[in-house]
């Protein structure tokens, strides 16, 4: 079907009027020698874009595949889109020929199947328009609540949210178009262009095959175990002080209600004595006491960055159960052995704290995480045994 597309596409775009600057959004149908239905998207993503126009073409039309010619536009209206192909069963495909770039890209995240050339499709960091008057707070609002929702639709659709990462060392006035490799690694397409699939249709051999010999009994074998080093929970000796309010207290006792005989900021670094129950006994200079277990950001531990938070969505109290649910999870997951003995089940990635609270709560109230999930800093984390 790739080969297909392919050539009568090249054809149908090569009769398209390249759009004009800020050209509306125009949908326009076709089809293949071999009666496969697909719809080209043109022009720029705006808010007041009705995609229902869209899907009834594609219902009418019966289409398989969209494919696009776009340098962006309305980032929300982008993941709308590529929410309804999604919906509708449909597949992207796209050529370097033309253009998909910037909030387009977010549109062919939509596609079931994705199929795209190198340097076919451009990201680049994201910006309000200039008709938007905002102040600072609101403007840093704003881009976190921007950033939250293109990586839990990133997330939905299947790709990774690195992407992100990437697309963000990008200015809004340059595009970064996305090599082969590229492309696969962030997992934006499903397949590689180029490669044959059998066809459906495709009729077998009538030469019966040769005769197999008898399969040889196997020898039961037992289910791989668990590298116990990977459990083991070093001492902890050294650490700095992370906590949400940006200091925490020091304790005469191991308990909340002793009196503070210290208050350490944020970054101080401790000794660590040792520990009594969740409390560890610490020295900061020459100031002795106790710390919780969550204030203390532990250096033995590989929890994540010092000032990152995780997203965790779950906790098992075995492994197994942590990777089974890891590996068929939609969602890219990590699990973390924690002091406690049990697996945290998180989110791929960790974030600055207020992206972390406001996806948290994107990815809940879309359905995407449990609604007990909750954005945390990790200290009690040990190191990440699945699943890279």
């Given amino acids: 079907m790739y080969r297909v597309l392919r050539v009568l596409l090249y054809v149908t775009l090569s009769l398209l009027v390249a759009p004009a600057a800020h050209a509306a959004l125009q949908f326009q149908a076709g089809q293949t020698d071999a009666g496969i239905h697909y719809i080209v998207v043109s022009g720029d993503f705006a808010y007041q874009d009705d995609l229902s126009t869209f899907e009834n073409l594609a219902r009418s039309n019966a289409s398989v595949a969209v494919t696009f010619q776009s340098p962006g536009g309305n980032i929300q209206k982008a993941m709308d889109l590529g929410r309804l192909i999604r919906r509708l069963g449909l597949s992207t495909i796209q050529f370097r020929a033309v253009e998909c770039a910037s909030a387009c890209s977010l549109a062919f995240f939509g596609g079931v199947m994705r199929f795209a050339e190198a340097g076919s499709i451009g990201v680049h960091r994201s910006s309000f328009s200039n008709d938007i008057s905002l102040n600072t707070k609101d403007a840093v609002s704003g881009v976190q609540q921007m950033t939250a929702d293109i990586i839990t639709y990133m997330i939905e659709m299947g790709v990774d949210p690195a992407l992100l990462q990437l697309s963000l060392q990008y200015d809004s006035d340059d595009i970064r178009y996305l090599s082969k490799s590229e492309m696969t690694k962030y997992k934006i397409v499903t397949l590689e262009p180029g490669v044959q699939q059998p066809a459906a249709d495709q009729v077998p051999s009538q030469t019966p095959p040769p005769p197999q010999a008898p399969p040889q009994p196997q020898v039961a074998s037992l289910p791989p175990t668990p590298d116990n080093s990977s459990l083991a929970i070093p001492p902890a000796r050294s650490g700095h002080i992370e906590h949400p309010k940006g200091s925490a207290p020091v304790k005469a ?7 503070s005989v210290a208050v350490l900021r944020n ?5 660590i004595l040792g520990n009594s129950g969740r409390w560890y006994r610490v ?3 020459n100031q002795v006491g106790y710390m919780h277990d969550t204030w203390v950001h532990v250096d033995q531990y590989d929890s994540g960055p010092l000032g990152e938070f995780h997203v965790q969505v779950k906790s098992f109290d075995n492994l197994a159960e942590a990777e089974s649910y890891v590996r068929s999870s939609s969602v890219p997951l990590s699990a ?17 704290e207020p992206m972390a609270k406001s996806l948290t ?10 609604n007990d999930a909750y954005s945390t800093n990790g200290n009690t984390y040990v190191r990440r045994v699945c699943c890279n």
Avoid: H
Wanted: glycine share 12%; no cysteine.
């Fill in 267 to 271: 970054g101080s670094s401790v000794t």
């Fill in 336 to 352: 973390y052995l924690v002091t406690n003995g049990w697996f945290a089940i998180t989110l791929k990635d960790t974030f600055a």
């Fill in 253 to 259: 006792q191991p308990d909340g209600k002793s009196v």
């Fill in 283 to 285: 020295q900061s200079g």
């Fill in 361 to 370: 709560k994107e990815m809940k109230d879309r359905g995407a995480i449990p």
